[in-house]
Each structure stands twice: as structure tokens, then as C-alpha cells.
């Protein structure tokens, strides 16, 4: 919860401001705003990631050294930036209340480090075997042991959609997440039913071929086919190894009742199939929307064996790469089986002996190769990295959550863009490359119509208040203090002082005119988004009241009601006439 004050200026000095006529607008107002920020095609932002030879990041490059291609048509760079990690710290200013009930405010000695770098570490407990999924604890365990920076914060969510820890630097509370995540199923578990009919097999049966879509043929007439030996492989083999569990009668009656045992098992299969894949996407959405709110770099890591996207799952993953890309959220995905041991190796499954060498094995090949391939579109999809085929768990995943030392963001505006929400591939090219390689998003959709210039106002803002970067253009300075009110509550305020010397005011009607946005931000210690203001002052100065603001400034105060604790203060101001901005980071501790 929290409150706010109005704009504070220096309004005594100011004639006339009391009261105007309505047909004379007051030179000064301000009206708080809610936070709805859009997202939308303007300025489209493509990180990037150089590596030599050796895998190291490179940072040498210049704007002049890249070439970007969308839907393959040079694009003019507009923006270019090089981030490095390791940013430093945040002022923090402690306040404390006086024995007369004052606020006094001093600095402290310690300075908090603003996280700059979120990972989330989703672990597939519904599609990883037990074995695998405790192989995969012990990696994350000795990962995070060595991996976890400061000025980094991991989650621990799982696709199950059990959120086991929230985002923290607390190493403890993490290992302690890990280590209870078990394996989870929306059913029972295929291997073990009879006949066993994966979800691979059941979707290759139901959907794919004529047998059973839309019951073209009666049981009585697939058992005549497979009597004859008329009917496809795939069911002559799935129905071999039913007849290995299913007690039924010899001839025609024993083959009908395994048929129908086998559409039975099929469809079970494929409802407790595509909910787990289900859910394993709309987890990956969510925490997706919730990494959007984070400052710094969002970085999703997937521990999963993989699993199966059928025909009606596209169109959510297609979803999920849209989300990603507008959040800015990279995807990297790790495979925990390791080196792969093909199917039928394992004499303890099912059988394996019968199949090996046959189809079923075959098929079970396929569905473990395209399971394989959803890993690696998510994560190529997000300009992310795809770690599979290799048994050191623990240094993939140190690779995987580990932001570059260097990271170049190139920005372009779109050419002709056309608003048909369609999709536009991006190719970034190094001019005389040597041996380098690039990790870089791959494309990103167009809106479905046109963005106003106040949509790209808002896309601005929003893109600051939840960076860590400082911006200067406008001169502003932030200030915290704050009041206790009860044990469990406590009122901060901050102010910010405004210089409008900076601003760009537009001479019309003997006035001079500005709209100013101002958000604050409140992100706890974590750097998760607590609340925030936003507030739009409309200047409509006389040459008399443009003098005495210039001399004063403008003064913008807010309070928040919050608990004791570490917290970021994030002020972002936005000068309308003049596009430019300025961001402000303060940290205060309440103790």
C-alpha cells in the first residue's frame, strides 16, 4: 500500500497560480497516473554476445563492426551500447527517527550492490526420470556453490508450477529448494501401464495416421487387418507388446479386446501428455511476465530431458518466444540426461529386450530427438544457449547462468514496418569476423497496429524504471527519509529535486510548455518490483514563473507505506517536449 503527495514547488512566488479563470489553464498541475505500460514495436533492441575462438566474450568491437539484416534488408544501427557486467554499486542512506520525532538521515557505511543479473532455474520434475532428476539436484547444488554472484538473485521454480524459492541471493534458502523437488505427474506414469503407449507413439497413432482419427474403423475391423497383416507398423508393433501384459483370448475376440484396451491407453496417454506439456509451457509464460518487472538481465535456465510439442502446442510456444523476446528474457536450456543412452539399452525397462533393434525402439529414438529439439528452440529462439550431449551438468550450468562480460546492444527503427503482427527474422554479421561467434535473439513480431507517440513514450519509461543504468540528461537529484509509524510499518518518502533549466518548453500562447512524467520506483533488496507512481505534470509557464522555477526547481515528493528492509529507489523522469530523460538510483535500508 502507499500513498502520494501532490507536487510541491515554490508557488507562493508564482502570481496568479491560486486561482484562473477555466478558461486560463493553471501554470502548474500534476495528476498521479497509473503504470500501464505497453509494449511495442518501435525501437527494436538485438543483444549481443561476441565470442573469439577460445569462447571468451569479446569487447573490443565498434557500432561500425556490425552489420543487422531484418527479413534480410540492411538495417541502419541508431543505437549502440556496451554493457559490462559488474556494475557498481548503489548509495544507500540510512534514516532514523530522532527522540523528538524528527527524521535524521545520514549516509551509511555500506553500499548495497543493485542486482544487475536475475536467473531463474525452472527444473522439469514432470518429464525428468528419478534418476535423472537427482542427478540434476546434485549439479545445481555444487552450481550454485560456486556460480551465485552478488550482484546476482535466483528463483527456483519448477514446471510442475511449484515456485520452491523467489528470487534471492540467500544460498541456503536455494539448496534447501533443490533439495526437496521431486518427481510430479499428472498421471500415471505410461511405462508402467499395459499396454504401455508413450505419449510419442500415442500421438504418432491417434493423429497422424487414419487407424483411430475419427474412428474410421471399428475394432472388429482394424483386428481383421492386423489378422491379415494388413495394418500399419507402428499399431502391428505397439499391439505386439500389448499382447505381452493383456490376458485375452486366442483368435478374432482376443483381438478386439486388445484393440480396445489399446484405445484406451491411448487416449489416457494423450490427455495426461499434452496437460504436462501444458504446463510446462504456461510455467515458462509466467515466470516469463514475472522476470519483465526485474532491472538488469533476465536469464531463464531449463533443466529438461525436453519433451513433446504436438500440432496444438505451437501456437503456445510460439507465445512463449513472443513474451521472451518482448521482456527481454533469454532462454537457455540444459539437457540432464547427459550423453544420451539410446532406448533399449536399459534392460530394467519394460520391454526393451523385445523391442530392441525394432520399430518401437526406433520410435522411441524419434520422440527423444524431438523432445531434444524443443530445448533447442527455446533457447534459439531467445538468442540462448542450447548445452546438451555432454556429462559435465555442473560446468553447463555454470555457462548457462553466467552473464558475459560483455554484452553489445544494437537498436534500429524497423523500415516500412508493416503493423500485421508477423514475424521478422534478424541476422547480425560482423564485418572482417575472425573466428567469431555470436549469440544474438533471432527475430521478433511486428504489432498488430500502429504505436502512437505516447505508446512510445511509455515504452521508454517503462524500459528505464526497470534498468539499472543511470541517464543524466535532465539534472535531478533523489532524496529518501523516512518515519516510523508501527513496528511492522513505516512511511518512506522520496524526493526528488527537479532543475528545469534542462527542459524543452514550446513558446505558444504567451506560455511556455512541457509535460513532465515522473516515475518512482520501489524495488526491494532482491531487486523485485515492490510499487510505483507515476505522475504527469503539466507546465504551462508565464515568462515571470519560468525565471523563478529556473532559480528554485521543481520538488517531487512521494511516500510509500513499507515494511523494514533493503530497498532500491528508482526515479525516472521524462521531459515530453524534448524526448530526454533522466534515472536516478537511491538505496535506503529500514532498519
Request: glycine content about 8%.
Amino acid at each position: 500500500m502507499r500513498v502520494s503527495l501532490p507536487l510541491l514547488c515554490v508557488l507562493t512566488a508564482i502570481q496568479g497560480l491560486a486561482q484562473t479563470p477555466a478558461a486560463d489553464a493553471p501554470e502548474v498541475s500534476s495528476h498521479e497516473a497509473g503504470i500501464t505500460f505497453s509494449s511495442r514495436v518501435n525501437m527494436v533492441s538485438v543483444p549481443v554476445v561476441v565470442r573469439d575462438a577460445q569462447g571468451q566474450a569479446v569487447g573490443s568491437l565498434k557500432q561500425d563492426d556490425f552489420q543487422l539484416f531484418d527479413k534480410g534488408k540492411l538495417q541502419s544501427i541508431t543505437k549502440f551500447t556496451l554493457e559490462k557486467s559488474g556494475a557498481g554499486a548503489v548509495d544507500v542512506e540510512t534514516s532514523a527517527t530522532n527522540p523528538t520525532g524528527g527524521i535524521q538521515t545520514r549516509p551509511a557505511p555500506a553500499k548495497p550492490v543493485l542486482p544487475e543479473r536475475y536467473v531463474a532455474y525452472v527444473i522439469d520434475d514432470i518429464h525428468l526420470l528419478r534418476g535423472d532428476l537427482m542427478q540434476a539436484r546434485v549439479a545445481v547444488n555444487r552450481h550454485l556453490d560456486e556460480a551465485l554472484e552478488a550482484n546476482s538473485r535466483a528463483a527456483i521454480f519448477t514446471t510442475s508450477g511449484r515456485m520452491m524459492a523467489d528470487f534471492t541471493d540467500d544460498r541456503e534458502k536455494l539448496r534447501k529448494a533443490v533439495n526437496s523437488i521431486l518427481p510430479w505427474s499428472s498421471g500415471s506414469d505410461p511405462s508402467q501401464d499395459c499396454p504401455p503407449v508413450s505419449y510419442y507413439m500415442a500421438d504418432l497413432l491417434a493423429n497422424k495416421l487414419l487407424y483411430f482419427s475419427g474412428f474410421l474403423f471399428t475394432d472388429e475391423q482394424l483386428a481383421a487387418m492386423v489378422a491379415a497383416g494388413q495394418a500399419d507398423q507402428a499399431l502391428m508393433a505397439v499391439l505386439s507388446e500389448a499382447a505381452t501384459c493383456v490376458s485375452a483370448p486366442p483368435g478374432q475376440s482376443g483381438a478386439v479386446m486388445m484393440i480396445r484396451e489399446l484405445r484406451r491407453a491411448i487416449h489416457q496417454s494423450l490427455t495426461y501428455g499434452a496437460q504436462e506439456t501444458s504446463f510446462s509451457l504456461s510455467t515458462l509464460m509466467d515466470i516469463i511476465r514475472r522476470m519483465s518487472s526485474m532491472p538488469g538481465t533476465r536469464t531463464i535456465v531449463l533443466a529438461s530431458p525436453g519433451f513433446l510439442l504436438t500440432v496444438d502446442h505451437r501456437y503456445a510456444e510460439y507465445d512463449v518466444l513472443d513474451r521472451a523476446l518482448h521482456a527481454n528474457v533469454t532462454i537457455n536450456t540444459i539437457d540432464m540426461r547427459g550423453l544420451y543412452t539410446m532406448p533399449g539399452s536399459d534392460a530394467s525397462q519394460k520391454g526393451a529386450q523385445s523391442s530392441a533393434g525394432g520399430y518401437l525402439t526406433q520410435a522411441e529414438i524419434s520422440a527423444a530427438s524431438q523432445q531434444d529439439d524443443v530445448l533447442g528452440e527455446l533457447a534459439d529462439g531467445t538468442g540462448g544457449i542450447f548445452f546438451h550431449n555432454d556429462n559435465g551438468l555442473k560446468e553447463g550450468l555454470n555457462r548457462l547462468a553466467a552473464r558475459p562480460e560483455y554484452i553489445y546492444v544494437l537498436g534500429f527503427s524497423p523500415q516500412d514496418l508493416k503493423n500485421d503482427g508477423s514475424y521478422h527474422e534478424l541476422k547480425v554479421k560482423i564485418r572482417n569476423s575472425r573466428n567469431m561467434t555470436l549469440q544474438v535473439r533471432k527475430g521478433y513480431w511486428a504489432p498488430m497496429h500502429a504505436a502512437t507517440a505516447a505508446d512510445e513514450a511509455k515504452d521508454e519509461i517503462r524500459e528505464a524504471v526497470f534498468s539499472r543504468e543511470e541517464i543524466q540528461d535532465i539534472p535531478v537529484d533523489v532524496e529518501t527519509e523516512f518515519f516510523r509509524l508501527t513496528d511492522e510499518k513505516t512511511e518512506l518518502t522520496v524526493t526528488g529535486h527537479l532543475d528545469i533549466g534542462a527542459l524543452h518548453f514550446q513558446r505558444a500562447d504567451d506560455r511556455n510548455k512541457d509535460t513532465v512524467t515522473i516515475v518512482s520506483g520501489l524495488f526491494d533488496g532482491d531487486g523485485n518490483y515492490v510499487s510505483g507512481i507515476r505522475r504527469v505534470v503539466e507546465l504551462r509557464l508565464r515568462d515571470q514563473s519560468m525565471k523563478t522555477l529556473e532559480a528554485s526547481g521543481i520538488r517531487i515528493k512521494e511516500v510509500f507505506n513499507v515494511a523494514p528492509g533493503r530497498y532500491i529507489v528508482r526515479m525516472v523522469v521524462w521531459d515530453g517536449e524534448g524526448h530526454t530523460m533522466a534515472a536516478r538510483n537511491r538505496g535506503v535500508e529500514i532498519p
